[in-house]
């Protein structure tokens, strides 16, 4: 079993035994989402949010074929600059653990693990989603089927702002993942607040949004609840701006035929450099927000025993 397969730090264990709060944070944020050393600082920084909020952190990694559930931080300092570190999706835990090889994972990956380690709450930045030409490519990340697949609640800032949203919360609703919004009915735009979609459920504190869990896992085991959460007003970048960035590094990408894991990474880079750092700016402040709210749900949600 993959509970079997995972290291967790004394830290975490003795907080998952004793029923105290963590909070998962996945690992691809900071090996191919930001470059050094501002991968390694946000993460840091991330990990002293959710202390803040009441929770222990658990940053999740494949080291050397081992599932590493917290890490230290001379394993941060490895993540952050190495270019041996795999990406890795559920699909790729077995291969990454038999090859003892180093991955860091994604959203899917991050989730199975948080969920056979027994974390219920898991801190992102954006979701993988429905491609803009998934009509065509089937393109769809096997981050929305995991939403799923796994009892815990994922702190987002909506999809990654280059995809299809309206798409992506059809197949949400189609797969029967419960969607809430934090402080308004607009399903955000990862950089911006208002993707234009409207959300049925909104949510206004940490509290509502655990009982509403506890009642889910009593009522409809077995599957997540996805809570968006946008980003600050401050950080964010109007959408009309945001917009012509993401068309203009999608083109870019298209031209070079980028495709697969390295898609992602490829556009945040390119979508960095035309806005002139703006997005990794943004990019950092709502990571560090949904982990705040991440650790006050998983502070309320400990109180539900």
């Given at each position: 079993?993959?509970?079997?397969?995972?290291?967790?730090t004394?830290?975490?264990?003795?907080?998952?035994?004793?029923?105290r709060?963590v909070?998962?944070?996945?690992?691809?944020?900071?090996?191919?989402?930001?470059p050094?050393?501002?991968?390694?600082?946000?993460?840091?920084?991330?990990e002293g949010?959710?202390r803040e909020?009441?929770?222990?952190?658990?940053?999740?990694?494949?080291?050397?074929?081992?599932?590493?559930?917290g890490?230290?931080?001379e394993?941060?300092?490895?993540?952050?600059?190495?270019?041996?570190?795999?990406?890795?999706?559920e699909?790729?835990?077995p291969f990454?653990?038999?090859?003892?090889l180093?991955?860091a994972t994604?959203?899917?990956?991050?989730?199975?693990i948080?969920h056979a380690?027994?974390i219920?709450?898991?801190a992102?930045?954006g979701i993988?989603?429905?491609?803009p030409?998934a009509?065509?490519?089937?393109?769809?990340?096997?981050?929305?089927?995991?939403?799923?697949r796994y009892?815990?609640i994922?702190?987002?800032?909506?999809?990654?702002?280059?995809?299809?949203?309206?798409g992506?919360?059809?197949f949400?609703?189609?797969?029967?993942i419960p969607?809430?919004?934090?402080g308004t009915?607009?399903f955000p735009?990862?950089?911006s607040?208002?993707?234009g979609?409207?959300?049925?459920?909104?949510?206004e504190?940490a509290?509502?949004i655990?009982?509403?869990?506890?009642?889910?896992?009593?009522?409809l085991?077995?599957?997540?609840?996805?809570?968006?959460?946008p980003?600050?007003?401050?950080s964010?970048?109007?959408?009309?701006e945001?917009?012509?960035?993401?068309?203009?590094?999608?083109?870019?990408v298209?031209?070079?035929?980028?495709t697969?894991?390295a898609?992602?990474?490829?556009?945040?880079?390119?979508?960095?450099?035309?806005t002139g750092g703006?997005?990794?700016?943004?990019?950092?402040?709502l990571?560090r927000?949904?982990?705040?709210?991440?650790?006050?749900?998983?502070?309320?949600l400990?109180?539900q025993k």
């Amino acid at each position: 079993m993959l509970k079997d397969l995972i290291n967790t730090t004394a830290e975490v264990r003795d907080a998952l035994s004793e029923g105290r709060p963590v909070v998962a944070l996945e690992s691809t944020i900071i090996s191919h989402g930001m470059p050094y050393p501002t991968n390694r600082e946000t993460a840091a920084a991330v990990e002293g949010i959710v202390r803040e909020a009441g929770a222990v952190p658990a940053t999740i990694a494949i080291l050397d074929g081992k599932i590493r559930v917290g890490i230290t931080a001379e394993e941060l300092e490895f993540l952050s600059t190495s270019d041996t570190i795999k990406k890795a999706c559920e699909r790729d835990i077995p291969f990454i653990v038999a090859g003892k090889l180093c991955a860091a994972t994604t959203v899917s990956a991050t989730l199975a693990i948080a969920h056979a380690a027994g974390i219920r709450v898991f801190a992102t930045g954006g979701i993988g989603a429905v491609g803009p030409d998934a009509s065509t490519t089937m393109d769809i990340s096997a981050d929305l089927p995991a939403l799923g697949r796994y009892e815990c609640i994922t702190v987002c800032s909506g999809a990654k702002a280059f995809m299809d949203v309206a798409g992506t919360l059809e197949f949400l609703e189609t797969q029967g993942i419960p969607v809430v919004v934090y402080g308004t009915d607009r399903f955000p735009l990862f950089y911006s607040l208002d993707s234009g979609e409207r959300v049925d459920w909104v949510m206004e504190s940490a509290g509502e949004i655990a009982r509403v869990f506890a009642i889910q896992v009593a009522t409809l085991p077995g599957r997540g609840l996805l809570v968006a959460n946008p980003i600050p007003s401050e950080s964010a970048i109007p959408e009309s701006e945001i917009r012509k960035a993401i068309d203009s590094a999608l083109a870019y990408v298209a031209e070079r035929k980028i495709t697969g894991k390295a898609f992602t990474p490829a556009v945040l880079s390119r979508i960095a450099e035309i806005t002139g750092g703006r997005s990794l700016t943004a990019n950092i402040a709502l990571i560090r927000n949904n982990a705040r709210l991440a650790g006050e749900i998983a502070a309320a949600l400990a109180l539900q025993k």
